[in-house]
């Protein structure tokens, strides 16, 4: 199953969609801490270790952070362990894992979701922040997150989901489809960053919902499976392997 259509205005199908996002994240690596600090109201690092946290990430765990990024997760998750020795990060984007490594000392991986160079049985816990959309397959994923997985070990993906009551809907749209691309371009004076931010919202607006997710992390094989819904706009996917 897609995440979400494709995007034909942006890339011709599904096939092509990697080469047309990597590229988007590769121009705007640059920007992308910048702009989700302030985007967010500077909630983001706080909340990023505030959940992971709260879904039982302990010193000793080893951790994968698929689609690391610039590596915020991974940052955070670093705080919560006292090192970074026993994080993986993983991402198909050069220019974001370039800005990642200058703020941790964890292994980064060049790879994707949907085939992960790792050992089966090998992570205690593994986090995916803001990058489901980007997949070409939730099961091809999720199969790799349960393969990965050790015996008990957790998954967290953290996303933005748009809201279903009409009023949520409309500022949502207002926020991150007109609002936030045209701030960032005003703050940035880069269009690279400016393009970024609106597939951001085009891939949000067109996403599956919510129980499409927690059905294909059940047909993976994952078990416990669940959504925590925050302030109507953010998930908390969970689940763990058997
Ligand atoms: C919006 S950023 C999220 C970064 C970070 N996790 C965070 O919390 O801010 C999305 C990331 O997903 C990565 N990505 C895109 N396609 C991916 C795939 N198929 N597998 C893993 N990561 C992917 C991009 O390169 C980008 O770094």
Same mark, same amino acid.
């Given at each position: 199953? /897609?995440?979400?259509? %494709?995007?034909?205005?942006?890339?011709?199908?599904?096939? %092509?969609?990697?080469?047309?996002?990597?590229?988007?994240?590769?121009?705007?690596?640059?920007?992308?801490?910048?702009?989700?600090? *302030?985007?967010?109201?500077? @909630?983001?690092?706080?909340?990023?270790? *505030?959940?992971? #946290?709260?879904?039982?990430?302990?010193? $000793?765990? @080893?951790?994968?952070?698929?689609?690391?990024?610039?590596? /915020?997760?991974?940052?955070?998750? +670093?705080? =919560?362990?006292? @090192?970074?020795?026993?994080?993986?990060? /993983?991402?198909? @984007?050069?220019?974001?894992?370039?800005?990642?490594?200058?703020?941790?000392? &964890?292994?980064?991986?060049?790879?994707?979701?949907?085939?992960?160079?790792?050992?089966?049985?090998?992570?205690?816990?593994?986090?995916?922040?803001?990058?489901?959309?980007?997949?070409?397959?939730?099961?091809? &994923?999720?199969?790799?997150?349960?393969?990965?997985?050790?015996?008990?070990? #957790?998954?967290?993906?953290?996303?933005?989901?748009?809201?279903?009551?009409?009023?949520?809907?409309?500022?949502?749209?207002?926020?991150?489809?007109?609002?936030?691309?045209?701030?960032?371009?005003?703050?940035?004076?880069?269009?690279? &960053?400016?393009?970024?931010?609106?597939?951001? *919202?085009?891939?949000?607006?067109?996403?599956?919902?919510? +129980?499409?997710?927690?059905?294909?992390?059940?047909?993976? $094989?994952?078990?416990?499976?669940?959504? =925590?819904?925050?302030?109507?706009?953010? %998930?908390?996917?969970?689940?763990?392997?058997?």
């Amino acid at each position: 199953m /897609l995440p979400h259509p %494709s995007l034909t205005a942006h890339y011709a199908d599904t096939k %092509s969609k990697p080469e047309f996002v990597n590229g988007l994240f590769n121009r705007g690596a640059a920007h992308y801490d910048g702009i989700v600090d *302030w985007g967010f109201l500077r @909630s983001g690092a706080g909340y990023r270790r *505030w959940t992971q #946290k709260r879904h039982g990430l302990r010193p $000793g765990h @080893s951790v994968l952070d698929v689609a690391c990024g610039t590596g /915020l997760v991974a940052a955070e998750a +670093a705080k =919560i362990l006292g @090192s970074a020795a026993n994080i993986t990060c /993983l991402d198909p @984007s050069e220019g974001m894992l370039a800005v990642a490594k200058t703020k941790l000392a &964890a292994t980064f991986v060049l790879g994707r979701a949907e085939q992960m160079p790792f050992a089966d049985n090998s992570f205690d816990f593994l986090t995916m922040g803001y990058a489901l959309r980007h997949v070409t397959s939730l099961e091809d &994923a999720f199969r790799e997150y349960h393969r990965v997985l050790k015996p008990g070990g #957790k998954l967290l993906i953290m996303e933005v989901t748009k809201p279903s009551g009409r009023i949520g809907e409309f500022l949502f749209r207002l926020y991150f489809g007109r609002v936030y691309p045209a701030l960032t371009q005003l703050f940035t004076r880069s269009r690279a &960053a400016r393009d970024m931010m609106h597939y951001y *919202w085009e891939t949000m607006d067109t996403c599956v919902p919510p +129980a499409d997710v927690l059905a294909a992390l059940r047909a993976a $094989g994952l078990v416990d499976v669940k959504r =925590i819904p925050l302030l109507g706009l953010f %998930s908390e996917y969970l689940a763990v392997k058997p």
